[in-house]
């Protein structure tokens, strides 16, 4: 699979006094009580994770759980306290100033909860921001900036100031702003957590739309699971600064690895994320039966068959061989969560 | 069964029980004033520090013989103000005396106001421009046309020298954190010092005259700039940081492009005030020889010719209302964008007009003199009017204003006087101390009372008393004016506005231009000295008692209201008391708003701390200047000290911080 795009390993970011000193006194992995007693704030918590090329990784949690100071830690907009973050291999930790300044100007790019737009500037000088700031002469950053104000499906917009754009507008110069540079790395802080249920629906498809197209490296912070299902190939999700469980979404909703997490996941329409693969029951080979379903296919998408059926029903993978069956009784159990009756 | 009163009647005592223990103290020691030995009564004499002395030795020492290298402080000073020279002569020159070495004449007046028109019309609206021009023209039309472009020359120059001087201050602040532990307390010193006390040193090192006015009035506006710069940099968000930060700015990048223009909006405040300040300066700095309306002004009034004050007061006003107007709507202008492929004329309308207004002006002016210079013999004069206004007062009202005035002094400002003047020293720095201590522990505490000692060791104890009663006599009557009249104004938006508007309007005159009616009205005197304050000190309790009153949150309002509320009930139980930290706030504006019209008042004959700075000016004893403002600037930083930690608590308390 090669190397992850970026990693980081024990990463650890309090508040407080005398962090440095605090986290050496108790040999750098105090517990969450000695954090709370000495009147610390734990943002993130011995975080360590790796993320692949093409790879979308969403982390999720409630407020105040450290989501954006771990992404602020891997971009280096806030010093952790201890632990490393290596980008393409590179320790960011010990990366001067201007080795930031270089890696920010070519290779990351960052999306706002609240936008962060330059009020004083147009939306085309908005997005062309990036590359001024790296020394791009006036007639190719302009370009480049239609370019991409024309990908997020703003033409025509390109003279307007911030204040006269809606909040889904808005947000779509920021995402254009961040992708001005071409970045491999792509940082998006509840990019859409600021619009309103049907234009962020829109945002989400226009998302995945680019992603398709781009296929870059991607942290995604999010608060709501919908949305994180959508677009996550996995999920992290943090409490008081610890990441509790990272996997895709499948496995956090079965294999739920603590209470916090299976509480987390507990009201998710189970029906549109589970695929028939993961609750089958196996089976011994032979000829699969005519009306065989696919092995990841949804639960949702098969709902009549399993209620107009009596029998187990055959499940087979792309190939057409036999991998399981399932039955009637397995599918409830997997919808309403319950321990398959064995 | 308990009943609940009594449940609740420990906590009410407990909490009555706070300000009093407070005042406890002062009252123990005012009210056993008797049995004082006479140290504890007056400061005594021998306790005096010689702050004065040390302060001159310094001053002498720079004056005569400290060097830096090849030329002394003095050179340096004087160079300094050589300097300033230039541009004066430039922004004089073509505004109203013209270039004859080399033969230019100055803009021809209808330029002036035709320019001033098309910038009022850029900045705001068409409403603005005429009122831009309108004034313009009112200077040349009643004669004053030389006077105010003089003054505005003055304007011209030192606002941009201070505005960039304290934007360069506020910027080092805002990136080296040692220096802004520095320079904060000193801008807050600074702006509370009294007007007077920055000419006299002026005065010492410059000489007196009109580049020293123009100086003195750099120096003063230099403070209110380095604190909104300081302000606006803050007030960044810090996303908008972050995205500077990860579109790769440089540190240099990021100052020009991110966080300058980001706060530009704060910056321009900024310069309103600086300009504001200038004019309110430039008229004061016509005690040191500054030309232009404020001598003019001054002149008149020294020589009791209450009519030409008035109009050459109402230039000055006319001018603080231009200059503010203008400035402010340049802060409000938003950017907007402009439709594609539009002409020339459409993009750059205000250029084209500002062309065609040049054109247009030069062109009348080969046609007609009258429209280079205002032909004197066509000069109307207001003053006939204002001294026939002045003559129907005395005629009418002589008698019920001399009773007035004799029952002030009577029966509220000698009893008071009285009452401060038996103060004890010892009284007075116990109160301000154990407030401190209760209110923000020990540090305000030593802080506080770190001030009043100051005043009392510096000698002048008597003095400040007078002081004191006078503003503490002038406070109160502006909060049982003011007050009402806030609570009155708050009941709807449109009389808000209209308080808004007034307050507004009002805190742009320079302070000196309130002297001038009370001067119709009473003459000299500790009456109309006070008059003069609550005039000037009312803005800010007006208007904070509006802003408190109409932000106390809605949805307790509407609590209130869904509850049974009357209006009364409302006004008192809920408005009221949410609004009263920032009503407070306001009150605390007042002080200050006082304290610095006390000093000018010195001008109608007090016998406070001002007559002494007043003195001091007259013999240049820039020592005596010096500490003399101190003392009134620790007045007015103690009280406000006290009064925002105060009202910080208690917003805190409820919740509204
Ligand atoms: N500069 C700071 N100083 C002190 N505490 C901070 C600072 N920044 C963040 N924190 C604390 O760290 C914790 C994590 O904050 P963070 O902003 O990362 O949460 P979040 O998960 O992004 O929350 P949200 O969903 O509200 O954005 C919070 O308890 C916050 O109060
Ligand atoms: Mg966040």
Redo the contacts between chains.
């Keep these: 699979m090669g190397d992850p795009k970026i990693a980081c390993r024990n990463l650890w970011k309090l508040y407080g006094p005398d962090p440095v000193g605090f986290l050496k006194r108790h040999d750098g992995r105090p517990s969450i009580e000695a954090i709370r007693a000495q009147g610390y704030i734990s943002a993130v918590r011995d975080v360590s994770f790796d993320v692949m090329p093409g790879e979308i990784l969403v982390v999720m949690g409630l407020s105040g759980s450290g989501k954006s100071t771990l992404l602020?830690c891997l971009?280096r907009?806030v010093q952790p306290t201890a632990g490393e973050v290596m980008f393409e291999g590179r320790d960011m930790l010990t990366a001067s100033d201007s080795e930031l300044?270089?890696?920010?100007?070519?290779k990351?790019?960052?999306v706002?909860?609240?936008?962060?737009?330059?009020?004083?500037?147009?939306v085309l000088e908005n997005v062309a921001?990036?590359l001024?700031?790296?020394g791009t002469a006036r007639q190719e950053r302009e370009s480049r900036a239609r370019d991409v104000i024309e990908l997020v499906g703003l033409k025509g917009r390109e003279?307007?100031?911030p204040?006269?754009l809606s909040g889904g507008q808005q947000q779509r110069v920021g995402i254009a702003?961040?992708l001005a540079v071409g970045p491999d790395l792509w940082f998006l802080d509840e990019p859409f957590s600021a619009l309103d249920p049907l234009i962020r629906k829109e945002m989400q498809d226009e998302f995945l739309r680019l992603q398709k197209v781009l296929n870059k490296t991607i942290v995604f912070i999010t608060h709501d699971f919908d949305e994180a299902i959508r677009v996550a190939d996995r999920i992290a999700i943090m409490k008081d600064g610890a990441i509790e469980q990272l996997g895709t979404a499948e496995q956090l909703v079965t294999r739920p690895a603590t209470p916090y997490v299976a509480k987390f996941t507990e009201n998710i329409p189970r029906d549109r994320l589970l695929s028939v693969r993961s609750v089958m029951a196996s089976t011994s080979p032979r000829k699969p039966a005519k009306d065989a379903i696919r092995a990841d296919a949804l639960l949702a998408s098969i709902a009549r068959q399993i209620v107009t059926t009596e029998r187990p029903i055959d499940v087979v993978d792309d190939e057409g061989i036999l991998v399981g069956t399932l039955d009637r009784g397995t599918y409830i159990d997997a919808l309403y969560d319950q321990e398959p009756a064995r | 069964m308990e009943r609940p009163t009594k449940v609740g009647a420990p906590g009410a005592l407990a909490r009555a029980a706070k300000p009093a223990l407070t005042v406890l103290p002062f009252l123990i020691l005012f009210l056993c004033a008797s049995l004082l030995p006479d140290w504890m009564m007056k400061v005594p004499q021998a306790w005096t520090v010689p702050f004065i002395d040390w302060t001159n030795a310094v001053i002498d020492h720079l004056r005569e013989d400290a060097l830096f290298g090849l030329f002394s402080f003095r050179d340096f000073t004087r160079w300094i103000a050589e300097l300033i020279t230039w541009p004066l002569a430039l922004v004089e020159g073509l505004l109203v005396s013209g270039f004859p070495d080399f033969g230019i004449p100055a803009m021809p007046w209808v330029m002036t106001a035709g320019l001033c028109g098309v910038l009022g019309w850029a900045l705001r609206d068409w409403r603005l421009g005429t009122l831009a021009a309108g004034c313009v023209a009112y200077m040349a039309i009643f004669g004053k046309w030389e006077l105010s472009m003089i003054t505005l020359s003055v304007v011209l120059v030192a606002a941009p020298i201070a505005g960039s001087i304290g934007f360069l201050l506020g910027i080092m602040a805002v990136k080296k954190p040692w220096f802004e532990a520095v320079i904060v307390p000193l801008l807050n010193v600074l702006q509370s010092l009294p007007h007077f006390s920055y000419l006299i040193p002026i005065a010492v090192f410059i000489g007196v005259g009109h580049k020293a006015g123009t100086i003195a009035t750099i120096i003063f506006a230099i403070p209110p700039m380095a604190r909104l710069t300081i302000l606006g940099l803050k007030g960044i968000?810090e996303?908008?940081r972050?995205?500077g930060?990860?579109?790769?700015?440089?540190r240099f990048?990021m100052l020009w492009?991110?966080e300058i223009?980001?706060a530009?909006q704060a910056l321009l405040v900024g310069v309103n005030q600086v300009i504001m300040q200038c004019l309110a300066m430039v008229v004061i700095a016509s005690f040191v020889g500054a030309r232009g309306l404020g001598h003019d002004l001054l002149f008149r009034l020294q020589s009791l010719k209450i009519g030409q004050a008035l109009e050459s007061g109402v230039a000055i006003v006319l001018m603080a209302i231009v200059l503010d107007q203008l400035s402010r709507a340049a802060a409000e202008k938003?950017?907007?964008?402009?439709a594609?492929n539009v002409s020339w004329l459409a993009r750059f309308p205000f250029l084209s007009a500002a062309i065609a207004v040049c054109g247009v002006s030069l062109l009348l002016s080969a046609i007609t003199p009258y429209a280079s210079v205002w032909p004197d013999e066509l000069t109307l004069s207001t003053a006939p009017l204002w001294d026939g206004l002045v003559d129907w007062i005395t005629l009418y009202f002589f008698d019920p204003l001399q009773y007035f005035r004799d029952a002030m002094l009577l029966y509220v400002l000698i009893p008071v006087r009285g009452l401060f003047q038996q103060i004890p020293w010892t009284a007075m720095v116990a109160l301000v101390a154990v407030a401190g201590w209760s209110l923000g522990g020990v540090r305000l505490a030593l802080v506080v009372s770190g001030f009043v000692l100051f005043i009392a060791f510096a000698g002048f104890w008597e003095r400040s008393l007078i002081t004191a009663y006078m503003v503490a006599v002038a406070v109160m009557l502006c909060v049982l004016i003011g007050l009402p009249v806030g609570i009155w104004a708050s009941k709807t938006d449109r009389r808000a506005k209209m308080a808004k508007l007034w307050c507004d309007t009002f805190q742009t005159f320079p302070s000196f231009i309130y002297l001038i009616p009370v001067i119709m009205l009473f003459k000299v005197g500790d009456v109309a000295a006070i008059s003069a304050i609550i005039i000037y000190a009312m803005i800010p309790i007006i208007r904070y008692t509006v802003f408190g009153l109409r932000n106390v949150p809605q949805d307790i309002v509407e609590a209130g209201i869904t509850s049974g509320c009357t209006e009364r009930q409302l006004l008192w139980n809920i408005r009221l008391p949410l609004a009263f930290p920032e009503i407070m706030l306001g009150i605390n504006q007042t002080i200050m708003f006082a304290l610095f019209m006390v000093i000018i008042a010195a001008f109608i004959g007090t016998k406070d701390i001002g007559q002494e700075i007043f003195r001091a000016l007259t013999f240049n004893d820039a020592g005596k200047g010096l500490v003399l403002g101190l003392c009134v600037a620790f007045m007015g930083l103690t009280a406000d000290k006290l009064i925002t930690a105060w009202s910080a608590e208690r917003k805190s308390r409820l919740g509204l911080a």
């Design positions: 602020r971009s907009l300044i270089e890696l920010r100007r070519h990351m790019g960052m706002f909860q609240n936008f962060a737009l330059l009020p004083h500037r147009t921001f990036p001024q700031v790296r003279g307007y100031y204040r006269e702003r961040s | 968000a996303e908008i972050e995205a930060k990860m579109a790769g700015c440089t990048q492009m991110v223009p980001a530009r938003q950017p907007s964008h402009l594609d």
